[in-house]
């Protein structure tokens, strides 16, 4: 179980750094700029959760394979990034399953410190769209998940909303987190496919 | 006391929060960007003085009320945006109010932190201006507080340095409070009636 | 001993701070701009280390030392930034010594928290350029150091895998150190001088 969770982990961090990847490919940067963009897409949500609570140094920080893999996304997209590219929504799909996985994980690490529900929840969006927010920031880019993109954060904040929720009734801790988790990506691979956005205020 | 104490506190990140989630709208953001925008505004700069002092989780993590006041911000913005930024200079002015509270309360509570006078000066500007540098960054705005505008982060100097004078001094701490915050407000309404500056290099 | 650590830290941070105002300076941003980008892009990298590693509050907060250099930076490129920036090359001679300086500092530094040798050398990379990053991401700019411009990064990761091996080999300290700035001192100016760039993605 334990190491599922773990695999779980380090394949979340694959695919949110890859895209961080891709986007340093875009801008022209090197290869430091790729490995740079990887490490805070795959990581930068997790640190900026682990700062909030006190969790330091973060696990990632503390445990080797958790570094590893952004190198291994950075210089697997230096050296394959048309093949890379041109499989874009696979990646988009492949990054909902990350963002299930870390909305639940995320928020669920919170409540393990002195935290409150509703800050448990924001916690769990955090750790699963913060690494994002990162990545958009240093290359100048207003955030996705800000809009007027496909629901991101919304799906986040319900598979968050639901493990904490989950969590508080005392419910069995491995099958909220599946229905917690699944509702996140089901939610957001709709979206995707539908076109689904969020409200925008009227002009 | 205590109760009144929260009731500002609230009030600063109440319009602190507004400033943010109205840039939010002018940068055709969605909901979940003016949330995001409402709470890095309202709370941020908090937050920075909280994880570099150790104080973690941030006392706006751990208490619900002080998470709730940016979703009220965000979702008044969204609804009655037109009149609220009819009345951006009546926000800018109680955004004075939420400067003088902030750079006092947060260099107070610096130095309750193993932090020297210098230092917990530089904090209250943070606490007080760091939540609009981050509501800049994120939408690609060089924060305004770094010019050319009205004069923002003197005045907040300058009441954060009084409190800590008269802190050091053993003044007593509620009249030193008043007048550090009162400095500090007037300082900025008067920059903003009068167009004050801070000084600009030669070019 | 120790007052030369401390001598050659100032100095770091004072030429890292240089370049911060100066590019304050050619923004137009008033003497708050200066101020705050000297103070970010001399202090902003072992903030950032020293908030991921939990060793809060950072040393250049409480000692006010660490604190006055940026005010130095700012005040003198405000006053003489015509001539500062007629030695730019200069600046970027002196900032490669910060640079050697501030990757072994800071992987050595990290050695002492609970985090592993990779972490420590990614660590001492943080130090040395965290601070340019934050600058450029402030000022909305790519960082500098992500590409395309001259090797820092590589020659910085050199720096701090020599300081951690030598650490974790149990080599005597000081010849460590002093070996793994010269190499990372030597590679930046070599790349400066011969204009090495790190690897792009092939188009």
Not at 19 to 28: E, F, I, K, T, Y
Not at 43 to 51: A, S
């Amino acid at each position: 179980m334990e190491s599922l969770l773990l695999v779980l982990d380090l394949a979340g961090i694959l695919v949110f750094a890859i895209s961080g990847a891709l986007l340093a490919v875009r801008r022209n940067l090197d290869i430091v700029g790729l490995l740079a963009l990887a490490a805070l897409t795959g990581l930068g949500g997790g640190w900026i959760r682990d700062i909030l609570i006190g969790a330091v140094p973060p696990a990632s920080l503390a445990d080797w394979r958790y570094l590893l893999v952004p190198v291994i996304a950075a210089l697997a997209t230096f050296w394959f990034h048309p093949a890379v590219a041109r499989r874009e929504r696979t990646v988009d799909v492949m990054d909902a399953f990350g963002l299930g996985l870390f909305c639940v994980a995320g928020s669920l690490k919170a409540l393990q410190f002195d935290v409150g529900p509703l800050s448990a929840i924001l916690l769990g969006i955090v750790t699963a769209a913060g690494g994002g927010v990162l990545r958009d920031v240093v290359v100048q880019r207003v955030p996705t998940v800000f809009g007027p993109g496909e629901l991101y954060a919304i799906p986040a904040a319900a598979g968050a909303t639901l493990a904490v929720v989950g969590h508080e009734l005392e419910f069995p801790a491995t099958p909220v987190a599946i229905v917690a988790a699944t509702v996140a990506v089901t939610w957001r691979l709709l979206a995707i496919l539908r076109g689904w956005h969020a409200p925008v205020p009227r002009a």
